[in-house]
């Protein structure tokens, strides 16, 4: 039998009030329309955003390759029948041109470039509407299931080139970690965000904390099994990233704010609101500290 391991957990455990936007029947309903957006980082500031998702539609959670070349994002691709499915697409920042890696009857999501392998990991929702944790060869187009008793996966990022944590879903949406060959998951705290990511620098994950207000960025050490908080984000915010020197990005509205580890609030780095990007959400960094990408809602 498998065995679900849990690290002690402060504060109660707080029920969600609504079910991830990751469903069959949430695709077919129709996804949010958003753009995708590139800007340059040089000597720490972002320079103006250029639109790099072509029509409308859901363009959403980018993420660099391991040399920053090309960004991987899922690509909502509508349907005969009126209904809409999710694929994953690479834009090639040198050539400015968009291929897809895969092309599935399932929806893939959240493309993330996979250590030691030239494969994206990625969420598929199968046609039995069950979320596990995929890898893709990039060269090929292969799938293989990860955690065959790992499930519903919303979001997730690698610890290491074995170990990945994940946003489940349930009663209350937990973050867990699994390690690849080894039969169930530890449990490591309850009611996070979505976003997900591995501090450069410590190894930690980092995440979002929702059992405070405002919502807060919280570490966790797989070594240990301690988590500390990191800092609060703007109120209703789950959506952040860090780059490789360690400072924290976020956005409010159309606003792109950075943050370092102990600074005492969040500085404006840029306002794209006419440059026509709407409400900022998912973020990423390439490993270079070069180059920014953003969601942005349509207009």
């Not at 859901?58 to 009126?82: A, C, K, L």
């Not at 996979?114 to 994206?120: H, K």
């Not at 807060?216 to 099994?225: C, E, H, L, T, Y």
Request: with cysteine.
């Amino acid at each position: 039998m498998n065995q679900t391991r849990s690290w002690p957990i402060a504060g109660s455990l707080v029920a969600a009030v609504c079910v991830l936007a990751c469903s069959v029947n949430a695709v077919a309903q129709g996804l949010p329309t958003t753009d995708l957006w590139l800007a340059d980082i040089v000597d720490g500031v972002p320079g103006q955003p250029t639109k790099i998702s072509q029509g409308e539609g859901y363009n959403n959670q980018p993420h660099f390759s391991e040399d920053g070349s090309v960004i991987y994002y899922t690509r909502e691709i509508p349907g005969d029948d009126q209904t809409v499915q999710t694929d994953i697409a690479a834009y090639d920042i040198a050539t400015a041109v968009t291929r897809m890696v895969n092309h599935t009857p399932e929806s893939e999501y959240s493309p993330t470039p996979m250590p030691g392998r030239n494969a994206l990991s990625v969420i598929q929702m199968d046609l039995d509407q069950k979320q596990y944790l995929y890898a893709i060869d990039i060269a090929n187009g292969d799938m293989e299931v990860l955690f065959p008793d790992v499930e519903p996966v919303g979001y997730h990022a690698w610890i290491n080139d074995r170990e990945a944590a994940m946003f489940i879903l349930g009663d209350s949406f937990t973050l867990q970690t699994a390690i690849l060959g080894a039969p169930g998951a530890t449990v490591v705290a309850d009611n996070i965000g979505r976003s997900i990511r591995r501090h450069p620098r410590t190894g930690e994950v980092l995440f979002v904390d929702k059992n405070l207000e405002p919502w807060r960025i919280a570490a966790f050490d797989p070594d240990s099994g301690n988590t500390r908080s990191v800092m609060p984000l703007f109120p209703a915010n789950e959506d952040f990233t860090i780059d490789a020197n360690g400072m924290y990005w976020t956005g409010n509205g159309s606003s792109l704010y950075r943050r370092s580890p102990d600074g005492q609030r969040w500085e404006l780095m840029a306002d794209y609101g006419n440059a026509g990007v709407g409400r900022i959400t998912r973020l990423a960094i390439d490993p270079q500290g070069s180059r920014i990408a953003l969601v942005g809602d349509h207009p």
